[in-house]
């Protein structure tokens, strides 16, 4: 299996831009998670799918983030507008059940910089 | 509320010598814990993890690590650090209630020193 999958791996814009940020799960995982990692604040969980629902969105910073999962094999996260605050490396990962026991795969990284 | 503690940002050790990574975590639940390693420019990848059945646990590149409730941590081990093993280690702790949200440490870097 090719892992989880994610692009772009880097994106530089400038603020007030819409930025998008795509993920492909490991197929047949039927949790995908968004992380966000930053110096300050470290690893954070923004929001959480299972069969493509969302469960939990209590991480997403603001009303400028949101998160779609049209399919199983794709999920993106949208910041609009952005702010140089948002700079950060985000991180996708899925896993196969919801077990408390179970790994979460994670992807390279899109490491985001906001001008 | 779970969390996760893990003592000492940056540790340094030299080529061959034992690495030891401390992590103390709280949960009002017992513990599902993970240790994770994330080399530059890569995301994590899972190093082990303890599921209640033995309290030490091995995994990948020779890392160990013990859970022992009465002191309520999880701290990584290797006997004999590799250059190989210079990157960033985090510890994780999930729920043991079904749900697998995971709460990370703030991450300890490991410098092996020729």
């Known amino acids: 299996d090719a892992g989880v999958i994610q692009s772009p791996r880097h994106e530089v814009t400038e603020m007030g831009q819409e930025v998008t940020l795509r993920c492909k799960p490991i197929?047949?995982?039927?949790?995908l998670f968004w992380y966000r990692q930053t110096m300050m604040r470290g690893l954070e969980l923004l929001i959480y799918f299972n069969n493509n629902v969302p469960i939990d969105d209590s991480g997403m910073p603001e009303d400028r983030f949101s998160a779609k999962m049209p399919n199983a094999s794709f999920s993106t996260l949208k910041i609009q507008p952005s702010e140089p605050r948002d700079s950060a490396v985000y991180f996708c990962?899925?896993?196969?059940?919801?077990?408390?026991?179970?790994?979460?795969?994670f992807g390279p990284g899109t490491r985001l910089l906001v001008l | 509320a779970q969390s996760v503690t893990q003592l000492g940002s940056h540790v340094s050790v030299s080529e061959g010598a034992l690495v030891l990574l401390r992590c103390n975590y709280s949960?009002?639940?017992?513990?599902?814990l993970f240790w994770y390693v994330q080399y530059p420019n890569q995301g994590l990848q899972l190093l082990l993890k303890?599921?209640?059945?033995?309290?030490l646990v091995k995994g990948i590149n020779g890392f160990e690590a013990e859970f022992k409730k009465s002191e309520t941590s999880f701290h990584l081990t290797k006997p004999s650090a590799h250059m190989s093993d210079a990157a960033e280690y985090f510890c994780?702790?999930?729920?043991?209630?079904?749900?697998?949200?995971?709460?990370f440490g703030t991450g300890t870097r490991l410098t092996v020193i020729p």
């Open positions: 303890y599921t209640s059945a033995a309290t």
């Open positions: 949960s009002s639940v017992p513990p599902y």
């Open positions: 990962a899925s896993s196969l059940s919801k077990g408390a026991s179970e790994t979460q795969y």
């Open positions: 994780a702790v999930s729920e043991g209630t079904g749900a697998n949200n995971l709460f």
């Open positions: 197929s047949g995982h039927d949790y």
